[in-house]
Structures are given as structure tokens and as C-alpha cells.
């Protein structure tokens, strides 16, 4: 995770330096301390206050301005890592040759934190041998490189050299701060209700928005797991995890069923439903004065089967959503089902379960039981990968 870590970030004088901001504000959004920096550049293309006004303190620009006589060592050495966006052809070459020449090259050569680099220039700039040689000298002194997009340019233009997505420059300074716990398991998340025809146009299914889902796997493959989401919702899916789709209960239960066998651990956070139309029209229902009736059967519930089907280091992590009896009813599945662990939230609390970005939740375990307390899923994300970790090592031990 990011929260708590410091990140320092450069931001050069190209067309994408607007786009900083977007990163800026993720970072902030997910609990990092960003300190900005500038070039003279970079000024040109965004508004120094708008920055100032989304990181955690103001820009730095100058090596000379500053109450710190150093500002360059003092930055560098308290960096959790240095993230440059946008990085130009002539910020990569400087720092490749080892120059210092303005406080952002100063910083970078006073630091041993982990650096990324997100280049963004014109398709001729970028495939320059002398930039493609800058990059990969910088690529074997360790310096992660989140290559540019293809995708319009300024001027119209249309090849490769767009900055990166947020998303892919947000994973890539994750994953070079989170300490990778996870690295040696396999890990399936499923997200998102499932949708059950009733016609061609029409379906039955339920409030869940894949949001808990997604951040579980996002949380997963940032502590370097090996993760396969299997989703029902549209949502940009976090960079580094396999995808994929499914509609209904019966497909979700043949996707899971078809590959459960080759994963450490099942999270079965998709909120599946428990019924279906019995006999799904195949033309659309017309409009009729008369009441209609609808025939529903119970869907299988695939949890029980892989409950019982677990192999002995396997784990298997069912949810549950509640508006009553929360821990009762809990257990009663947690048992029900034979799960290692059960996450159970009331979705008739305010601000928590569907379509939120935040979640209070339950973990209950044959060991043990714990809250999550009010929190951003991705923090409830970690907190029910940290309780998983320690049902694998005793397992294991
Ligand atoms: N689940 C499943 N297959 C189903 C229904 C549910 O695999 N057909 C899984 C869900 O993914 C979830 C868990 O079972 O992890 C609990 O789902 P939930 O709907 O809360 O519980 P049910 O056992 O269906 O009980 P109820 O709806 O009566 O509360």
C-alpha cells in the first residue's frame, strides 16, 4: 500500500503534465505524502497552485529558494520512492548521463529510493535510439519504467508516446513500495452480481458494484500474488491481473468450477444470486395488461462445493451480506459451508457494502474474529489478505 509512504514527484515540462494531477490526487487519495516538484518546464504546461493545492505540501522548484539549503539531499533521502510524470526525452537523458542541473535531477542523484519513470513524448522522441539507450541504461541501474501508450498526441498526432494511465503509473509505485507477502500464492477473486435473463432485454440481479472484488485483487497483486479475477461488472481492472468474464450464476459456477483446483486461495466475493428465471424466454416478453408471473428456481451454490472440495493447504473465503443477525448469520455460513474465512458486512449500515467506496466488515475464522473497522475498501482489502496470510502459515506450520 502506499498509505503512509512518501512520494516524491517530478513533474516535467511536456503536453501531459496535466495529467499529474491526476496522479497526484490518487496517491493523496490512498494515503500517501506526495511532495511535488517542478521544473521550469513543467510550469509552462500546469499551474504551480493547482499542484501545491493537491499534494501534501507546495511545489519545490529551486535548489536555491528554499528555507532547507539542501532541499535535494533532504528529499532524497526521505523518499519511499521518486516518481517522475511526466518524464521528457531531456529529463531521461539527463539523469541517464548522471547531471545535475536543476533541483529534480539534483534530488534523483541524491536519492537510493526506489525511482519510476513514466516517459511521455512524440513517437520520433520516443523510438530516438539515443532516448531508447537512456532508457535502458536506466532500466539496468534498477529504475522502474512505465512505458508510454499509443494513443493521440499533441498536435493531432497518433502513434505511441501518450503518458501511461493513471491506474498503470499508481500500480507501478505500489508495487515498488508494498513488500511482496503474497509473491508465492495463486489467488482467484470473484466480483460483481451476477445477472439472471428473464429475456433478451431483460434481467434479474442485485446492488453489488464489484468495488470490494476489484480492491481485493488490486490489494493481491500489489503484494505480488499471482491474481485471476473473475468479474461481472465493466470496471478498468488493476493492471497485472488476469480477467475474466462472466454474466450469470451458472457461468460464474462453470468458470470458478472449471480452474478452482489450480489456486492457493478462492475469495468468492461476488454477490451471486439465489434465484434465477426458471425458463429464460428467447424473444422479448411484449407488454400485456395482464399480470405476469415469473417462475424462479434456486441457482446452485458453487461456495458449498468448494468449501468441501478444498485441497488440505487450500483456502477458501466466502462473504456474506447482511441486514440482520450479522455475526449469526456469519457463522452459520462459515460453518455451512466449511470456509476458512467469512466477511460479513451489514449492508443496511450507512456508507458500507454496495456501490461505496468503504466498507465495514466482520472476518470471522474457526481461530478467530476481528472488525474491520469503518475504512476504504482497499484498506479492508489488505486487512482480509493479512487474515488469509495467517490462516495459510498455520495451515502450513
Ligand atoms: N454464493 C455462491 N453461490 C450461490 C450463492 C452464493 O457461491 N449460488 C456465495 C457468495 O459468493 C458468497 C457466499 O456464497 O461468498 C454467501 O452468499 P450469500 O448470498 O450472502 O449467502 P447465501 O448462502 O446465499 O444465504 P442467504 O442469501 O440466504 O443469506
Known amino acids: 500500500m502506499v498509505s503512509g509512504k512518501k512520494v516524491v514527484l517530478g513533474v516535467t515540462g511536456g503536453i501531459a503534465a496535466y495529467k499529474a494531477v491526476e496522479v497526484c490526487r490518487r496517491l493523496i487519495d490512498n494515503g500517501a505524502h506526495v511532495v511535488p516538484i517542478m521544473t521550469s ?51 531521461i537523458g539527463t539523469y541517464a548521463a548522471g547531471i545535475s542541473n536543476d533541483l ?26 539515443a532516448v531508447q539507450e537512456n532508457i535502458r541504461t536506466l532500466q539496468s541501474r534498477g529504475v522502474t519504467i512505465v512505458a508510454p501508450e499509443d494513443g493521440k498526441l499533441a498536435g493531432g498526432d497518433i502513434g505511441k508516446g501518450r503518458l501511461a494511465s493513471t491506474n498503470a503509473i499508481f500500480s507501478a509505485v505500489e508495487r ?29 440481479t442485485n446492488r453489488s458494484s464489484g468495488k470490494q472484488g476489484y480492491a481485493l485483487a488490486e490489494a493481491a497483486v500489489a503484494r505480488g500474488a499471482a491474481v485471476t479475477l473473475v468479474t461481472t461488472v465493466e470496471r478498468e481492472a488493476p493492471v497485472g491481473v488476469d480477467v475474466l468474464c462472466a454474466e450469470t450464476a451458472n457461468d460464474l459456477r462453470s468458470v470458478v468450477m472449471s480452474c478452482a483446483d ?12 439465489d434465484f434465477q428465471p426458471s425458463m429464460p424466454e428467447d424473444r422479448k416478453i411484449k407488454k400485456s395488461e395482464q399480470v405476469i408471473s415469473l417462475d424462479i428456481e434456486p441457482t446452485h451454490d458453487f461456495l458449498v462445493d468448494l468449501g468441501k472440495g478444498k485441497s488440505p493447504n487450500q483456502i477458501v473465503v466466502g462473504f456474506a451480506a447482511e441486514t440482520d443477525d450479522l455475526e449469526k448469520n456469519a457463522i452459520d455460513k462459515l460453518e455451512r459451508k466449511n470456509l476458512d474465512l467469512i466477511v460479513a458486512n451489514d449492508v443496511s449500515a450507512p456508507n458500507t457494502g454496495f456501490s461505496y467506496d468503504t466498507n465495514e466488515v466482520l472476518l470471522i475464522s474457526n481461530e478467530d474474529q476481528s472488525t474491520v473497522p469503518f475504512s476504504s475498501k482497499r484498506v479492508v482489502a489488505d486487512k482480509i489478505l493479512d487474515a488469509i496470510l495467517e490462516l495459510r502459515n498455520n495451515k502450513n506450520r
Not at 70 to 87: K, N, R, S, W, Y
Not at 104 to 129: G, I, K, N, Q, Y
Not at 266 to 273: G, P
Request: a negative charge; hydrophobic letters at 45%.
Open 176 to 204: 515498488t513500495v508494498t513488500f511482496n507477502d503474497l509473491e508465492e500464492l495463486k489467488i482467484l477473486v470473484t466480483a460483481g452480481g451476477t445477472r439472471e435473463p428473464i429475456d433478451p432485454v431483460r434481467f434479474i
Open 104 to 129: 529534480l535531477t539534483a534530488t534523483l542523484l541524491a536519492s537510493r529510493a526506489p525511482v519510476v519513470l513514466c516517459p511521455a513524448m512524440h513517437t520520433e522522441m520516443w523510438e530516438h535510439p
Open 41 to 91: 518546464g513543467a510550469k509552462r504546461f500546469l499551474g504551480e497552485a493547482t499542484l501545491s493545492a493537491l499534494a501534501s505540501e507546495p511545489v519545490k522548484s529551486s535548489l536555491w529558494d528554499d528555507e532547507d539549503p539542501i532541499p535535494h539531499t533532504t528529499l532524497g533521502q526521505e523518499a519511499d520512492v521518486v516518481l517522475i510524470a511526466p518524464a521528457t526525452a531531456r529529463l
Open 262 to 273: 489450480n489456486y492457493d486461495v478462492i475469495i468468492m466475493a461476488a454477490a451471486v444470486a
